[in-house]
């Protein structure tokens, strides 16, 4: 919430400690500095949108690829769009936490899942062979275009326009 309101640069252990009730050493013992609670705050987003991804996989399998395709991307765009404060202030901070390559390990694992759930319609597949490349492109491309919005608030570019979009490129990027 803080980081929210006031931003990175004016965010100190000590208002997070205020504002949580504990004593500033109290909350060292967890958290040595801000990097530290930088990371907690985005390790605890992963491990949420982890469980959501895979229910979503799960949820809409029956479906059929389309199906999940749309609902993965909806996810992805409202969860920017609801995180939107919070990634306009960590998106520079975040290549300067420590945790970083941990995050961007378990980023990976976590669309690792949508890979194999797509590898099981391999002739679906564009390049199945090169699944896990391809999946690691556009994940990232779709990752810089909700980076961008979040910045901007999305205002030039609302999530119901970014959806369709964003399906529409995964589908030409991934399948045949």
Not at 16 to 28: F, H, M, N, T
Not at 124 to 152: K, N
Not at 154 to 172: A, I, S, T, W
């Amino acid at each position: 919430r803080i980081l929210e309101t006031v931003g990175v640069d004016a965010l100190t252990t000590n208002k997070v400690a205020a504002k949580a009730g504990v004593s500033i050493g109290s909350l060292y013992q967890y958290f040595p500095g801000k990097d530290a609670i930088f990371s907690a705050l985005v390790e605890r987003e992963m491990e949420k949108n982890d469980a959501a991804f895979q229910a979503i996989i799960d949820q809409n399998r029956a479906a059929g690829r389309e199906a999940v395709v749309e609902a993965v991307i909806s996810f992805v765009v409202d969860f920017f769009y609801e995180k939107r404060t919070f990634f306009s202030a960590m998106l520079p901070e975040m290549m300067k936490l420590r945790r970083t390559r941990h995050v961007l390990i378990r980023r990976h694992e976590t669309i690792g899942n949508l890979a194999k759930y797509l590898k099981e319609n391999a002739h679906e597949l564009r390049a199945p062979e090169q699944i896990d490349r391809d999946m690691y492109v556009i994940s990232h491309s779709i990752a810089g275009v909700l980076q961008t919005a979040a910045l901007e608030d999305f205002v030039h570019h609302p999530p119901e326009q970014l959806k369709p979009e964003l399906v529409r490129l995964f589908n030409g990027y991934i399948f045949k």
